[in-house]
């Protein structure tokens, strides 16, 4: 820990020398975190700024930024080699696989961590905040968490570990951050729990997940009342209520036969953000990650960063009511793009696939494609491709049981993408790509080749 807050160090002080910043950070939950960190610490430091938001980087947008100070935040680290070919000069704060060294470079992979789950963009971003404002940093830790929830850290045990254990300590301890252990489905906050059940998929819940039906019956089985007066939602329910929820899970999980290790995923840690109010998407780390998600998605990260500073500095009402009518929109393009993908999904060897063409938004396709899983096969990662403007985009998900059979998503894309001339990345649970249009049957062919090869080598 001592190296890693050494070069955060090291990176504010290069930034304290400068009038201006140009911030370019990536377009998800994440990036939007990093990227409000940034300004935020900035802005307290006195130093002007500027903020750009990427879908990816290339040579060309590198070379763009090659007369400015540039604030990397959440990408950076896949471009090091154009990065000193166009002698920019630049922080980075990632957690994405390097593609080399960088002296200004703050990446938890430097360290001998796992940028997947052991930091991720946004706290790397906070850790340079830190020595930026020394005395007035504390509430980003909200947005670091925020972040490292959205890019799915807590994915593979069921809670943030790592470096992330870090910031979690220091936002207990300045009383921003509850951690609780609870059912770790999304909606507690917000949803009618028929509807939490029912959109749940990690774990996949048989004759509950996907089903309404099935999930009014469970809680009807229960004699948990669905409404008081509205809709109840999962935190009005007593504690007994929950225990015999999250007792029914299990039993039905153990009743189909599933390993100990996948019922485990219905509980574990969450975090709620004590100084939001409750009720709302910006109580709840998970939801709070999805509403930024869904400005992103639809080119309006502008309003996501804005929701993220209003936690800050007081709530912005208008940019919070935007944010949630494009989380309705979201919802709904959600549940129209699952119809076309489970429609064209097809098994191929050791993968399975859909081609969206233009049916769904390629700023979604990789959400639709990890929620398949509601009826696809388990055993294998997903890939799904959709037209965008620069070709066509490739998005693979998998479950936490195929990473630990030795799926690494990440390395799979990377090799398949030489293959066919495209460029991605990302991580061993979820990876994207740009390949060129009329390659996808190569594409697929190689990356079936490599995951073959990644779940074989394994005993």
């Given at each position: 820990?001592?190296?890693?807050?050494?070069?955060?160090?090291?990176?504010?002080?290069?930034?304290?020398?400068?009038?201006?910043?140009?911030?370019?950070?990536?377009?998800?939950?994440?990036?939007?975190?990093?990227?409000?960190?940034?300004?935020?610490?900035?802005?307290?430091?006195?130093?002007?700024?500027?903020?750009?938001?990427?879908?990816?980087?290339?040579?060309?947008?590198?070379?763009?930024?090659?007369?400015?100070?540039?604030?990397?935040?959440?990408?950076?680290?896949?471009?090091?080699?154009?990065?000193?070919?166009?002698?920019?000069?630049?922080?980075?704060?990632?957690?994405?696989?390097?593609?080399?060294y960088y002296r200004?470079?703050?990446?938890?992979?430097?360290?001998?961590?796992?940028?997947?789950?052991?930091?991720?963009?946004?706290?790397?971003?906070?850790?340079?905040?830190?020595?930026?404002?020394?005395?007035?940093?504390?509430?980003?830790?909200?947005?670091?968490?925020?972040?490292?929830?959205?890019?799915?850290?807590?994915?593979?045990?069921?809670?943030?570990?790592?470096?992330?254990?870090?910031?979690?300590?220091?936002?207990?301890?300045?009383?921003?951050?509850?951690?609780?252990?609870?059912?770790?489905?999304?909606?507690?906050?917000?949803?009618?729990?028929?509807?939490?059940?029912?959109?749940?998929?990690?774990?996949?819940?048989?004759?509950?997940?996907?089903?309404?039906?099935?999930?009014?019956?469970?809680?009807?089985?229960?004699?948990?009342?669905?409404?008081?007066?509205?809709?109840?939602?999962?935190?009005?329910?007593?504690?007994?209520?929950?225990?015999?929820?999250?007792?029914?899970?299990?039993?039905?999980?153990?009743?189909?036969?599933?390993?100990?290790?996948?019922?485990?995923?219905?509980?574990?840690?969450?975090?709620?953000?004590?100084?939001?109010?409750?009720?709302?998407?910006?109580?709840?780390?998970?939801?709070?990650?999805?509403?930024?998600?869904?400005?992103?998605?639809?080119?309006?990260?502008?309003?996501?960063?804005?929701?993220?500073?209003?936690?800050?500095?007081?709530?912005?009402?208008?940019?919070?009511?935007?944010?949630?009518?494009?989380l309705q929109q979201?919802?709904?393009?959600?549940?129209?793009?699952?119809?076309?993908?489970?429609?064209?999904?097809?098994?191929?060897?050791?993968?399975?696939?859909?081609?969206?063409?233009?049916?769904?938004?390629?700023?979604i396709v990789g959400?639709?494609?990890?929620?398949?899983?509601?009826?696809?096969?388990?055993?294998?990662?997903?890939?799904?491709?959709?037209?965008?403007?620069?070709?066509?985009?490739?998005?693979?998900?998998?479950?936490?049981?195929?990473?630990?059979?030795?799926?690494?998503?990440?390395?799979?894309?990377?090799?398949?993408?030489?293959?066919?001339?495209?460029?991605?990345?990302?991580?061993?649970?979820?990876?994207?790509?740009?390949?060129?249009?009329?390659?996808?049957?190569?594409?697929?062919?190689?990356?079936?080749?490599?995951?073959?090869?990644?779940?074989?080598?394994?005993?």
């Open positions: 820990m001592k190296e890693i807050l050494k070069r955060a160090r090291e990176l504010a002080d290069k930034i304290k020398k400068r009038e201006y910043v140009k911030i370019v950070t990536h377009i998800d939950a994440d990036g939007i975190t990093s990227g409000a960190i940034a300004f935020e610490s900035l802005r307290r430091a006195g130093i002007d700024c500027e903020i750009k938001f990427v879908k990816n980087l290339d040579s060309k947008k590198i070379e763009e930024l090659s007369n400015e100070f540039v604030w990397f935040t959440d990408l950076g680290s896949g471009c090091i080699k154009d990065i000193v070919r166009f002698k920019l000069d630049c922080v980075i704060t990632d957690h994405h696989i390097p593609e080399g200004y470079q703050l990446n938890p992979h430097d360290f001998g961590y796992d940028g997947s789950y052991d930091l991720s963009g946004s706290g790397a971003t906070y850790l340079v905040a830190k020595f930026l404002n020394p005395m007035n940093h504390v509430d980003l830790i909200q947005l670091a968490i925020v972040g490292a929830i959205g890019d799915l850290q807590d994915s593979k045990n069921c809670k943030l570990v790592g470096l992330n254990k870090f910031l979690i300590e220091e936002g207990v301890k300045h009383g921003f951050l509850k951690v609780e252990k609870d059912l770790r489905f999304f909606g507690k906050q917000t949803r009618p729990v028929f509807k939490m059940l029912e959109y749940n998929f990690d774990p996949y819940i048989p004759g509950v997940s996907g089903s309404e039906r099935g999930s009014i019956e469970l809680l009807r089985r229960l004699g948990i009342p669905l409404k008081d007066e509205d809709w109840r939602r999962w935190i009005d329910l007593s504690r007994g209520e929950k225990r015999a929820v999250v007792s029914e899970l299990v039993r039905i999980c153990m009743k189909h036969g599933y390993p100990l290790s996948y019922i485990k995923r219905i509980v574990g840690e969450c975090y709620i953000l004590t100084k939001q109010v409750e009720g709302t998407e910006l109580r709840d780390a998970m939801e709070f990650s999805t509403l930024l998600n869904a400005t992103a998605r639809y080119s309006k990260a502008d309003i996501g960063l804005r929701v993220c500073l209003g936690i800050l500095n007081g709530c912005d009402e208008w940019a919070f009511k935007k944010a949630r009518k494009l979201h919802r709904k393009n959600l549940s129209e793009g699952i119809k076309i993908a489970l429609d064209r999904l097809r098994e191929f060897k050791s993968v399975q696939f859909f081609h969206a063409r233009d049916d769904i938004l390629d700023t959400i639709v494609a990890g929620m398949c899983y509601c009826k696809a096969n388990l055993d294998k990662p997903i890939v799904a491709f959709a037209n965008c403007d620069e070709g066509v985009k490739v998005s693979a998900r998998a479950t936490q049981r195929l990473v630990e059979k030795g799926l690494n998503l990440a390395k799979a894309i990377e090799i398949a993408c030489r293959k066919v001339g495209g460029h991605g990345g990302g991580h061993k649970i979820a990876a994207g790509a740009i390949i060129p249009k009329g390659k996808e049957w190569e594409f697929l062919e190689e990356f079936n080749r490599v995951v073959e090869g990644q779940i074989k080598a394994q005993p």
